[in-house]
C-alpha cells in the first residue's frame, strides 16, 4: 500500500512550458485534491475531484487544467507555465466528505525560470 | 482574506516541556478542525481534528482545544519530543463543504 504517490519530485520548466504533474493513490479514495504552498504559506486549492470523471475548481485553478479518468489517478497538468506557479504541489485524497482525513503525497518541487 | 490564521511563524521550545500552538479563525460556518504536521521535503500528515460540538479532543500526548466563542484553537503537545520538531498546519472546514482551509503553519522547534 502506497498511499499517495507524486511524480516528478522536482522539475524545473522554462516560462512557456507545459508539463504534467502526476499522482495516484491505491487506497480507493473518491476524493482527491491538488493544493500549492508558497514559501511562508498555507496550502491553496488549486483543484478537486469527488470521483471519477468529476473535477471542480479550487480557491487558484487558474493556469492548470485537471482530469479524473480513473479512480486512482488525477493529474494536474500546467499549460504555459509562468514564474508565479513556482511552488511546491501537494495531491491528496480522502475517502468521502465526512472522512475530515486528507492523506498527502510527498510533494512536487516545481521551478519556473 | 485569511480565514485561518495562524500568527506565529515559529516556537521553540524545551525538551520535556508543553508546547502549544495557536490558530485562530473567522469564518462562524466552520464545523472540523484539523491539525497537520510536516517534515521537510514530505507531504503534510494529519495529527489530530475536533469537531465543534467538542471543546477538547486528546490524543496520547497531543490534545487540541476550541474555544467557540473566541473562535480560537490551541494545540498542546505533553511532554514535546525532538520528534516534535516540523511545522504544524492548522486547518478548517465548513459543514457539508469538502474543501479545507489551512493556516500559513507555525515552525516548532524542540530544543534538547
Known amino acids: 500500500n502506497a498511499g499517495v504517490t507524486q511524480t516528478p519530485k522536482f522539475r524545473i520548466l522554462k516560462i512557456g512550458q507545459s508539463m504534467t504533474l502526476q499522482c495516484a493513490q491505491d487506497m480507493n479514495h473518491n476524493y482527491m485534491y491538488w493544493y500549492r504552498q508558497d514559501p511562508g504559506m498555507g496550502l491553496k486549492l488549486i483543484y478537486y475531484s469527488v470521483g471519477a470523471g468529476i473535477t471542480d475548481k479550487g480557491e487558484v485553478p487558474n493556469g492548470y487544467n485537471v482530469s479524473r479518468s480513473t479512480t486512482e489517478d488525477f493529474p494536474l497538468r500546467l499549460e504555459l507555465a509562468a514564474p508565479s506557479q513556482t511552488s511546491v504541489y501537494f495531491c491528496a485524497s480522502s475517502y468521502r466528505d465526512f472522512n475530515y482525513e486528507q492523506y498527502f503525497g510527498p510533494g512536487t518541487r516545481l521551478t519556473v525560470t | 482574506d485569511q480565514q485561518v490564521k495562524q500568527n506565529s511563524p515559529s516556537l521553540s521550545v524545551q525538551e520535556g516541556r508543553i508546547s502549544i500552538l495557536n490558530c485562530d479563525y473567522t469564518?462562524?460556518?466552520?464545523?472540523?478542525f484539523l491539525w497537520y504536521k510536516k517534515y521537510p521535503a514530505e507531504g503534510p500528515t494529519f495529527l489530530i481534528s475536533?469537531?465543534?460540538?467538542?471543546d477538547k479532543n486528546e490524543d496520547g500526548r497531543f490534545t487540541v482545544f476550541l474555544n467557540k466563542s473566541a473562535k480560537h484553537l490551541s494545540l498542546h503537545i505533553v511532554p514535546s519530543q525532538p520528534g516534535d520538531s516540523a511545522v504544524y498546519f492548522c486547518?478548517?472546514?465548513?459543514?457539508?463543504?469538502?474543501?479545507?482551509?489551512f493556516g500559513t503553519g507555525t515552525r516548532l522547534t524542540i530544543i534538547p
Open positions: 486547518a478548517a472546514r465548513g459543514f457539508g463543504n469538502e474543501k479545507l482551509t
Open positions: 475536533i469537531s465543534s460540538i467538542k
Open positions: 469564518n462562524s460556518m466552520f464545523d472540523y
